[in-house]
């Protein structure tokens, strides 16, 4: 065993579920600002939740989202709860921006 293989990840995982969540996280971070998994991406997360419930996911397309659902669970089986709330922040930190 090398130097190297320390830092591998013993548990079989799904590579593609982590790049996907990660690359939703990178981007709701760029638009607002802060640094990835920050106290101040939770807090602002954790903020938007009653807003998301009340102004944005009213608006949205059920069968499109029905789709964007399908979509997500074949790259994320175990983590789709999690892919999917970070597709929705995304989703609500962009709509915001664009307002």
């Known amino acids: 065993m090398g130097f ?3 830092f591998k990840r013993t548990k079989a995982t799904n590579d593609n ?3 996907l969540i ?3 996280r990178t981007e709701t971070s760029k ?5 990835v998994n920050s106290k101040k991406i939770d807090e602002a997360c954790k903020s938007a939740g009653e807003a998301m419930q009340v102004l944005l996911i009213p608006q949205l397309n059920r069968d499109l ?4 659902a ?4 074949t790259i994320c089986k175990t983590r789709f709860d999690e892919a999917f709330g970070e597709y929705m922040i995304l989703l609500f930190v962009r709509f915001s921006v664009i307002q």
């Open 4 to 6: 190297f293989d320390t």
């Open 17 to 19: 579920e982590a790049v």
């Open 22 to 24: 990660g690359f939703f």
């Open 31 to 35: 638009l607002l600002g802060h640094e």
């Open 65 to 68: 989202q029905q789709k964007i």
């Open 70 to 73: 399908d979509t997500i669970s």
